[in-house]
């Protein structure tokens, strides 16, 4: 799956302005077949916005809508009502990891390098950077079918980091790492915190609430502060 953030940031946000604004976002789905097919709505007019360098977490029951949001917000799903706007570039980090089954961890990040339109050097430079903070070097010419569950989820992390996106969307982003990875990982969000960098964190539960500026609850289709 190619990235679908730009090619190119937009102008960074005035002062007091979010990174992220997402209103009214309304989704429902079609259930069934004919003649007894149903409407099932998830999203209820959710509003969402991220401010800079702030940390997220968005939680909710299984069916919540989460996942539906998330996919919303990146522009891989579309809402029925609603608008987002954003600035600068969007990461995003699938629950599911969705890579080539023949390309190594290094084609994928050339690849995907390539279509975030950065140079050749400063896709190196950051891939260095990422297999250094997560720790995963040594697969670099591995294939994507010959990867444990922790190491592809440290390449789908990989990924949306690749371009230093000014927002980062993680779906249940530490899914199979083990706990040092867990503590890498949560050291990398400090770090784009501290940068001005944006993150907005999907789990079904959440533990280490302290890391968090806020967290958000997708309750009955709304989003409420928890």
Same mark, same amino acid.
């Given at each position: 799956? /190619?990235?679908?953030?730009?090619?190119?940031?937009?102008?960074?946000?005035?002062?007091?302005?979010?990174?992220?604004?997402? !209103?009214?976002?309304?989704?429902?789905?079609?259930?069934?077949?004919?003649?007894?097919?149903?409407?099932?709505?998830?999203?209820?007019?959710?509003?969402?916005?991220?401010?800079?360098?702030?940390?997220?977490? /968005? !939680?909710?029951?299984?069916?919540?809508?989460?996942?539906? /949001?998330?996919?919303?917000?990146?522009?891989?799903?579309?809402?029925?009502?609603?608008?987002?706007?954003?600035?600068?570039?969007?990461?995003? *980090?699938?629950?599911?990891?969705?890579?080539?089954?023949?390309?190594? *961890?290094?084609?994928?990040?050339? =690849?995907?390098?390539?279509?975030?339109?950065?140079?050749?050097?400063?896709?190196?430079?950051?891939?260095?950077?990422?297999?250094?903070?997560?720790?995963?070097?040594?697969?670099?010419?591995?294939?994507?079918?010959?990867?444990?569950?922790?190491? =592809?989820?440290?390449?789908?992390?990989?990924?949306?980091?690749?371009?230093?996106?000014?927002?980062?969307? /993680?779906?249940?982003?530490?899914?199979?790492?083990?706990?040092?990875?867990? =503590?890498?990982?949560?050291? =990398?969000?400090?770090?784009?915190?501290?940068?001005?960098?944006?993150?907005?964190?999907?789990?079904?539960?959440?533990?280490?609430?302290?890391?968090?500026?806020?967290?958000?609850?997708?309750?009955?289709?709304?989003?409420?502060?928890?």
């Amino acid at each position: 799956m /190619l990235p679908t953030a730009p090619a190119s940031p937009a102008p960074p946000p005035t002062l007091g302005q979010p990174v992220l604004d997402a !209103v009214g976002i309304e989704k429902a789905y079609r259930r069934g077949v004919w003649p007894a097919r149903r409407s099932l709505t998830v999203l209820r007019g959710v509003d969402l916005s991220l401010a800079p360098g702030e940390v997220v977490g /968005l !939680v909710g029951e299984n069916g919540s809508g989460k996942s539906t /949001l998330m996919k919303i917000l990146v522009g891989a799903l579309r809402a029925d009502a609603g608008t987002v706007s954003y600035h600068g570039r969007l990461g995003y *980090c699938p629950q599911e990891p969705v890579v080539y089954e023949r390309l190594t *961890c290094d084609e994928h990040f050339e =690849l995907f390098g390539r279509a975030y339109a950065m140079t050749e050097q400063a896709e190196r430079r950051s891939r260095r950077a990422i297999y250094e903070s997560l720790g995963f070097e040594r697969y670099a010419a591995v294939r994507a079918d010959q990867l444990s569950g922790g190491t =592809l989820s440290k390449l789908n992390l990989g990924l949306a980091l690749l371009a230093d996106p000014e927002v980062l969307m /993680l779906d249940e982003p530490y899914a199979g790492f083990d706990f040092d990875t867990y =503590l890498r990982f949560w050291e =990398l969000v400090a770090e784009r915190r501290r940068t001005g960098r944006s993150v907005l964190i999907i789990s079904h539960f959440v533990t280490d609430e302290e890391r968090f500026d806020r967290i958000v609850q997708l309750r009955d289709g709304k989003a409420v502060p928890r």
